[in-house]
């Protein structure tokens, strides 16, 4: 019997309107900016229907509350005599998840229920999870990646009145990550910086990419790439007092170094850019910039850079030492050189 899927959250338009709407929506999944995309898309469209400011209500549900008697809210009638809003989070948090399949059972007829789970449902054939997918209440919001992210940067972009390539999409993920409200914080800045300008380059997205910094991890990334110890230590602790985390340091220089040498292999084979950022499953930009790492093209310190970064791995996973001790280390020990007096000052 082949194992039935979650319908995707983005369907829930084809069962909402003013005229007629599921009574639940059960929204679950580890995508938070959708799932908060969705609740506010219900809540434009049932908010008209409800006549009283007391008949909407939003529970943050704790491990001592008891499900029974929040479902109970969902039966009194509404004040105002029209629909009534409820938003209940955290589900997870809930023992007796049982007690929704009861209330699935006798559905009030003028009580909108949106019940948000955070991340993946592991068994979709236990209550009340089956009975909610029968019913077709069940959507599920999936983290984008890869491409599906990129077409999603591309389109919202649009919406904002800027254009972006795949490459330029691409590039903006590298940097910023997978983490779709921070994606859109960044687009929201494009409209500022570019000053009427639609065409976004690469260059303008490696000046807008970490506007509250001196300096940008690719600004570390090149002083590495030259094997300019002191601005390396300058940059990577400009970075950690920017609130930049050390592990997303560390991830951030462990691609470099893997981009730079995947790129030592390509050029062997003479293979052009394009093909080569493609075949190295990064941007063209990103793999622009990894080319001009002429410090790191040998076989011997691109081991060196990794058994590094192996280090400093598991110095922030498995002790407590100071994070800028860490990025000292893992620096000097990247480079091939001692810790002296030039590359702290």
Request: charged share 25%; net charge negative; proline share 3%.
């Amino acid at each position: 019997m082949a194992k039935k899927e979650i319908p995707f959250i983005t369907d829930i338009s084809k069962y909402l309107s003013k005229d007629k709407s599921l009574p639940v929506f059960f929204l679950c999944g580890e995508d938070q900016y959708t799932i908060e995309l969705a609740v506010e898309t219900i809540e434009k469209t049932i908010i008209p229907l409800v006549l009283s400011d007391f008949d909407k209500e939003v529970i943050n549900a704790e491990k001592s509350q008891n499900l029974r008697q929040v479902l109970d809210l969902a039966y009194s009638f509404p004040f105002g005599g029209g629909k009534k809003l409820l938003i209940l989070k955290n589900f997870e948090k809930f023992n007796d998840k049982k007690e929704l399949t009861n209330y699935l059972s006798n559905l009030p007829e003028f009580t909108i229920l949106i019940i948000i789970q955070n991340g993946k449902i592991i068994d979709i054939g236990k209550e009340p999870y089956s009975i909610l997918l029968d019913k077709k209440f069940l959507f599920e919001a999936r983290v984008a990646k890869g491409q599906e992210l990129f077409d999603w940067i591309i389109k919202k972009a649009k919406a904002y009145g800027v254009n972006f390539t795949n490459d330029n999409a691409q590039s903006l993920v590298e940097i910023v990550g997978e983490d779709k409200s921070l994606l859109e914080t960044q687009l929201e800045k494009f409209v500022d910086f570019l000053h009427g300008k639609s065409e976004v380059t690469f260059e303008d997205i490696k000046k807008i990419a970490s506007p509250t910094k001196e300096y940008s991890i690719f600004d570390l990334q090149d002083a590495v790439g030259k094997g300019d110890k002191p601005r390396a230590v300058k940059i990577a602790y400009n970075l950690l007092d920017a609130g930049v985390e050390i592990v997303v340091i560390i991830n951030m220089l462990a691609k470099f170094v893997l981009t730079v040498a995947q790129i030592s292999e390509l050029i062997k084979s003479r293979i052009n850019d394009n093909e080569a950022a493609k075949m190295a499953g990064v941007s063209w930009g990103y793999y622009i910039n990894c080319k001009k790492a002429a410090y790191l093209m040998s076989d011997e310190r691109l081991l060196n850079a990794s058994r590094a970064l192996l280090n400093a791995d598991l110095a922030t996973k498995t002790t407590s030492a100071n994070p800028q001790t860490v990025l000292l280390i893992l620096i000097a020990e990247m480079l091939g050189q001692e810790i002296t007096s030039d590359i702290m000052n």
